[in-house]
């Protein structure tokens, strides 16, 4: 449990990061908050100290699905939580915390050489948002994230095509696949983009009737992504 000034600048940093759409580790908001505590004269804890309660500030951005957190690894022989805003392949992310910088900035390996999952206290601030699914964004779009496509096996620059299927008695869905699908109509396309993702437009949900506001996601029996309302 870290202290109060600690917390509050946790509070500041993760906020201010995902208003950024920033790539980080719960490491690199520890070193911020140190960074920053000196600045204020104020004493510096340990990230030990930190990391629960930064893993638990963070839990209500990936709770609402307006973030996502992958394990990726981020040194020789370490992993650790990549939190990254569900445009973001975070496959991307570049390591901010170099081995050799002084020790408050260095990546310590574990004995496991992987950051194990934080016991989370309850969230101490309401989550909003719809667990069951995803949602659109201010246009009405809705964003196919990379740890989707990667199921498909579609990267930046790829096609991937979208068909429309089903009936309201069997609930409609959109089919998406980079390989031609015979059974389905009303077929469409979109590039993935460099973040590896791409957002289906609010007309192109609209044709396929469905009408949200959330949805989900899942396999096909032939290789394809299934969008569905959640």
């Keep these: 449990m870290c202290t109060a000034t600690s917390q509050n600048l946790i509070e500041t940093i993760v906020e201010e990061w995902i208003d950024e759409e920033k790539m980080f580790t719960a490491f690199e908001v520890s070193i911020e908050v140190k960074k920053r505590a ?10 030990r100290d930190m990391k629960n309660d930064i893993h638990r500030e963070l839990s209500q951005y990936t709770s609402s699905g307006e973030y996502e957190r992958k394990p990726v690894d981020v040194a020789p022989g370490v992993e650790a939580f990549v939190y990254h805003h569900a445009d973001d392949d975070p496959d991307n992310y570049q390591n901010t915390v170099v081995v050799g910088t002084p020790k408050a900035q260095t990546v310590q390996p574990s004995q496991s050489a992987v950051v194990a999952a934080p016991v989370i206290p309850a969230l101490s601030k309401p989550v909003t948002g719809n667990k069951a699914g ?15 496509l990667r199921k498909i096996n579609a990267k930046p620059g790829d096609t991937v095509e979208v068909y429309f299927a089903g009936a309201s008695f069997t609930g409609y869905r959109i089919h998406l696949s980079k390989k031609a699908l015979n059974t389905q109509s009303g077929k469409t396309s979109y590039t993935v983009n460099k973040s590896n993702n791409f957002r ?22 032939v290789g394809e992504i299934i969008v569905t309302d959640a």
């Design 38 to 47: 000196r600045s204020f004269g104020q004493p510096v804890e340990r990230h």
């Design 134 to 148: 995803k949602g659109t964004d201010a246009r009405g779009s809705l964003t196919v994230p990379a740890t989707e």
């Design 200 to 221: 289906i437009t609010a007309r192109t949900l609209k044709k396929a009737n469905l009408t949200g506001p959330t949805y989900k996601f899942k396999g096909g029996s």
